[in-house]
């Protein structure tokens, strides 16, 4: 079988103090003006006058816009308003330092500086035609990849539904992953947003758009992810595991924007739509039902994965070394005090799987991608699983 595939990436700026490359790189692009969107928490630590000073050593103008956010994704008014601060000022480049969403905001924000409309305009695949202002991303957690990929994820305010722009316009033009920027992370962050990277990596593994470049580094930041997940959430100061968790966080980045999600991203959307709940336990709630749910389609991957995952397979026949991945899976999760099945993150309304089944059915971009061919009533079924109580199967 002879693929063919393109491999799209920013310059990346990895390591512990690459924070200081940011004056440097930004002068790279031609600017001497910069809008650094970020968040209220970041505006308050030293993370912002780190950013900051290395602006200054380069003599960049700058201004900062603070964005509050009131849900666990954006609303889509936020990139606009953003935009709207961007555009008055002026600004040649706009940064975004801060978590997922608040990069997130930052793409969508230069985007909407050369093309038209609101930010629901774009939702979908490949509807931003034009690049934006050049963009430098400074993720201060690890989980989302938001650093290295073309997605936006918003709440749409208009039918309180998460959507995607996934464009590669909005790919920016550098990320700078500096590992130090996420000491002191709380748990439960640490725990939500590092499995949100662990299933980045995973997801587009056992998809149908898997190619040998995402396959490589996808099964060693799951490996990475996999060990180092645990310390990190033991421990905010512990600085080899938060180097290992930005470096598995960003790699499982590069394989979200060149494979993608699917079948899990597509069905916590409407739960995160509807209950609020942060974007990583939504995909923990239904994470084992779903992957449960393909192992017929690629029971030799599942092997792979439980292997990278740290298990012995030795001996195992394929269906029994497909359930020691899911048992696998089941004990990451719970040794970080995730949910494993829906009831555990408090949802508990099981009449919502015939009203979710539909909506994410029809979230056609992440499902067409989907190893098994799943209809309606199938995506019910795997509701229900989730609803359903889990234990361990060891
Ligand atoms: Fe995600």
């Given at each position: 079988m002879f693929q063919s595939f393109p491999f799209?990436?920013?310059?990346?700026?990895?390591g512990f103090d690459t924070i200081k490359q940011l004056g440097p790189e930004v002068e790279k692009l031609g600017s001497k003006r910069a809008l650094v969107i970020t968040g209220p928490t970041i505006a308050k630590s030293?993370?912002?006058e780190?950013?900051?000073a290395s602006l200054k050593s380069r003599s960049i103008d700058f201004d900062v816009n603070i964005q509050g956010r009131d849900t666990p994704e954006p609303g889509t008014h936020i990139a606009e308003e953003s935009s709207r601060i961007a555009k008055e000022g002026n600004f040649e480049v706009i940064i975004g330092l801060g978590g997922g969403s608040i990069l997130d905001v930052a793409k969508m924000a230069s985007a909407l500086l050369?093309?038209?409309?609101?930010t629901r305009d774009y939702f979908g695949k490949e509807k931003v035609t034009k690049r934006g202002r050049p963009t430098v991303m400074i993720p201060t957690t690890s989980g989302t990849g938001a650093e290295v990929t073309k997605h936006a994820i918003f709440l749409d305010t208009e039918t309180h539904v998460k959507k995607a722009v996934a464009s590669n316009a909005l790919l920016p033009n550098v990320a700078i992953v500096d590992p130090s920027l996420s000491v002191g992370c709380p748990p439960a962050v640490t725990a939500s947003s590092g499995i949100d990277a662990w299933i980045h990596a995973a997801e587009p593994y056992m998809s149908k758009n898997a190619n040998p470049v995402t396959d490589a580094i996808g099964l060693e930041a799951i490996r990475i992810i996999t060990r180092w997940l645990g310390p990190a959430f033991a421990d905010g100061e512990d600085l080899e595991a938060r180097y290992y968790m930005s470096l598995g966080s960003m790699m499982s980045g590069l394989v979200l924007n060149n494979s993608g999600t699917s079948l899990v991203h597509a069905m916590a959307y409407p739960i995160g739509g509807e209950y609020h709940v942060p974007h990583g336990v939504s995909l923990c709630g239904i994470l084992i039902a779903c992957f449960e749910s393909i192992i017929v389609a690629k029971p030799e991957r599942f092997a792979r994965l439980a292997e990278a995952m740290g298990e012995n397979i030795e001996g195992l026949s394929l269906r029994e070394a497909s359930e020691v991945a899911l048992d696998a899976m089941y004990h990451l999760l719970r040794s970080v005090r995730l949910p494993v099945c829906l009831p555990d993150a408090g949802i508990t309304d099981e009449s919502k799987a015939a009203k979710w089944a539909p909506d994410a059915h029809a979230e056609?971009?992440?499902l067409t991608r989907c190893v098994r061919n799943l209809?309606?009533?199938d995506i019910e079924e795997i509701y229900r699983n989730a609803f359903k109580p889990r234990e361990c199967m060891c």
């Open positions: 799209n990436t920013p310059l990346i700026q990895f030293d993370i912002l780190k950013a900051t050369t093309n038209p409309g609101k056609r971009r992440l209809s309606v009533s």
